[in-house]
């Protein structure tokens, strides 16, 4: 009877305990995705006022934005794509990086990007928006992210998004907005928790 007093201290406290590594256990391991935006698409040759036809560089910004609260984000190559014609990506036209760096956490980046579309259908294109319409191209975008709290970092997580971007007769994007690559996986949640943590847990069931 008299260890009746000291078990039921020793339960009250170990479920506190427990209560406590699960909530700190939820906000150190969930985590968000970052965002991918492209901003300020141009396209010299469509422009027709310019009636700059030789010009075949295409130019964007690529915006990063990292929501997380407390996580900072490793970002492997950033590879990027471009193609004519949307989502059925009719024609490739080029390619570029950009190199592993890394963001802290609630920080946004701005990648500046140029690239040669040395196969670029400028006459069907001009014939598309001489008519007052848009033509299409799509954005795909490929890289791998490791995520950085105070005590580690998480694996790799491979990410892959897209969108397509309107581009009118001034060689720029339709309503000048921000347009977002998106993904059509699933979004990050909870990782596994690391050694550490399961350690913890097995010393709590110890102590108790």
């Known amino acids: 009877m008299p260890e009746s007093p000291r078990c039921c201290r020793c339960c009250?406290?170990?479920?506190?305990?427990?209560?406590?590594?699960?909530?700190?256990?939820?906000?150190?391991?969930?985590?968000?995705?970052?965002?991918?935006?492209?901003?300020?698409?141009?396209?010299?040759?469509?422009?027709?006022?310019?009636?700059?036809?030789?010009?075949?560089?295409?130019?964007?910004?690529?915006?990063?934005?990292?929501?997380?609260?407390?996580?900072?984000?490793?970002?492997?190559?950033?590879?990027?794509?471009?193609?004519?014609?949307?989502?059925?990506?009719?024609?490739?036209?080029?390619?570029?990086s950009i190199p592993p760096f890394y963001q802290g956490h609630k920080k946004k980046a701005i990648k500046a990007q140029t690239m040669e579309a040395r196969r670029f259908p400028l006459q069907t294109a001009l014939k598309e928006v001489s008519n007052n319409r848009t033509v299409v191209f799509q954005v795909d975008l490929a890289t791998a992210v490791r995520f950085k709290t105070i005590w580690w970092k998480t694996k790799r997580h491979r990410m892959s998004v897209g969108g397509d971007v309107h581009v009118n007769r001034e060689g720029m994007t339709a309503d000048n907005k921000d347009i977002e690559l998106k993904s059509s996986g699933a979004e990050f949640g909870c990782y596994h928790t690391p050694a550490a943590m399961l350690a913890l847990v097995v010393l709590l069931l110890i102590l108790c």
């Open 12 to 96: 009250i406290s170990f479920i506190f305990s427990a209560g406590l590594t699960t909530v700190f256990l939820w906000l150190n391991l969930h985590i968000d995705h970052p965002n991918y935006f492209i901003q300020n698409f141009q396209v010299p040759p469509l422009n027709l006022t310019a009636h700059d036809t030789r010009n075949a560089t295409i130019a964007f910004n690529l915006k990063l934005a990292n929501g997380n609260k407390d996580k900072g984000i490793y970002y492997d190559e950033v590879n990027i794509a471009l193609y004519y014609g949307g989502i059925n990506r009719t024609i490739a036209l080029g390619n570029t």
